[in-house]
C-alpha cells in the first residue's frame, strides 16, 4: 500500500477537517459530510468503469476500498476524501470497537491516513 504524498488541496482537506475538527467516524461532523458529499471520482480511464464519475459518498463499502486503497493513480485529495468516506462506512456497518477504529486509522504502514498524534480523540483509555 502506498502511502498519499499531499497536494496543497489535500493538505487543506488534513487541516481543516482531520487536525482542526477531529475527524471522528463515528460521528462526522457536519462539515465533513458536507465536504465528503461535494466530491465525485473523475471520469477518466484510470478509474474503473463502472464507478467513474461517481459521487464518492454514494460508493460502496468495496468501491470505496478500491478508490481509498488500491487505485494506483489518481490525485491525493480523492483517496483521502474516500479514505475518510471509508472509515465512516466501515465504523457505522462493521461492529468495531472504538479503539480498533483507532489502531486501523493510525497504522501508516497499512490502511491508515491519520497520524496517532491527530486520533487521541479516538483512543480509548484502558
Keep these: 500500500m502506498a502511502k498519499i ?7 487543506r482537506i488534513l487541516k ?7 475527524f471522528n467516524p463515528y460521528a462526522p461532523s457536519a462539515a465533513v459530510i458536507k465536504e465528503i458529499s461535494e466530491w465525485a471520482l473523475p471520469s477518466s480511464g484510470y478509474v474503473k468503469k463502472d464507478i467513474r464519475g461517481q459521487r ?3 460508493l460502496e463499502s468495496d468501491e470505496l476500498e478500491y478508490v481509498a486503497f488500491a487505485m494506483w493513480r489518481g490525485t491525493s485529495e480523492i483517496k483521502l476524501i474516500a479514505r475518510m468516506q471509508y472509515f465512516i462506512k466501515y465504523a ?11 489502531e486501523d486509522i493510525t497504522d501508516l504502514d497499512k490502511e491508515g491516513f ?5 486520533a487521541e480523540h479516538l483512543r480509548v483509555e484502558a
Design 5 to 11: 504524498i499531499h497536494s496543497p488541496r489535500s493538505r
Design 16 to 22: 481543516n477537517f482531520i487536525i482542526r475538527d477531529k
Design 56 to 58: 464518492i459518498c454514494l
Design 92 to 102: 457505522i456497518d462493521e461492529e468495531i470497537t472504538k479503539q480498533e477504529l483507532y
Design 114 to 118: 491519520i497520524p496517532s498524534m491527530f
